[in-house]
C-alpha cells in the first residue's frame, strides 16, 4: 500500500505563492494517477487538480485553473501542487490522494471516492 505525506503548506497573503509536495512510499506508486483535495471546515472534500501516472494529462478545478499547477516526478516519488495568485477562499486543508483502483490509466477521476489512498493533509491559510 503507498503512504503519503504532505508538505509545503503554510500563512500566505492574497496573491502569493506556495508549492505543495507530496512524498510517496511504496513500490507502485508509478503507475496511479495522482490528485490534490481540499476541505475547509464545514465543507465537502473537494477536487483541486488531478494528473496521470505518466505525469501526460492534468486536470484542474475550475475554481483553480489558470493559477494552481499539478505534475509529478516520479524518479522522486513527489506529485507537487504549485499554487498561485492565491485567494482566501483557497484556505483549506489540502490532502493529495492516489487512485489506486486504475493503474496506467490516462484519464483522470475528480471525485474523492475515486481515490483510495491519502495523506494526512496540509494547512493551508490565505489572508485578506
Known amino acids: 500500500q503507498v503512504q503519503l505525506v504532505e508538505s509545503g503548506g503554510g500563512s500566505v497573503q492574497a496573491g502569493g505563492s506556495l508549492r505543495l509536495s507530496c512524498a510517496a512510499s511504496g513500490r507502485t506508486f508509478s503507475v496511479y494517477a495522482m490528485g490534490w483535495f481540499r476541505q475547509a471546515p464545514g465543507k465537502e472534500r473537494e477536487f483541486v487538480a488531478a494528473?496521470?501516472?505518466?505525469?501526460?494529462?492534468?486536470y484542474s478545478a475550475d475554481s483553480v485553473k489558470g493559477r494552481f499547477t499539478i505534475s509529478r516526478d516520479n524518479a522522486k516519488n513527489t506529485v507537487y501542487l504549485q499554487m498561485d495568485s492565491l485567494k482566501p477562499e483557497d484556505t483549506a486543508v489540502y490532502y493529495c490522494?492516489?487512485?489506486?483502483?486504475?493503474?496506467?490509466?490516462?484519464?483522470?477521476?475528480?471525485?474523492?471516492?475515486?481515490?483510495?489512498?491519502w495523506g494526512q493533509g496540509t494547512q493551508v491559510t490565505v489572508s485578506s
Open positions: 494528473v496521470s501516472w505518466s505525469g501526460a494529462n492534468t
Open positions: 490522494a492516489v487512485d489506486r483502483t486504475r493503474p496506467w490509466a490516462t484519464s483522470v477521476l475528480i471525485t474523492p471516492a475515486a481515490y483510495t489512498v
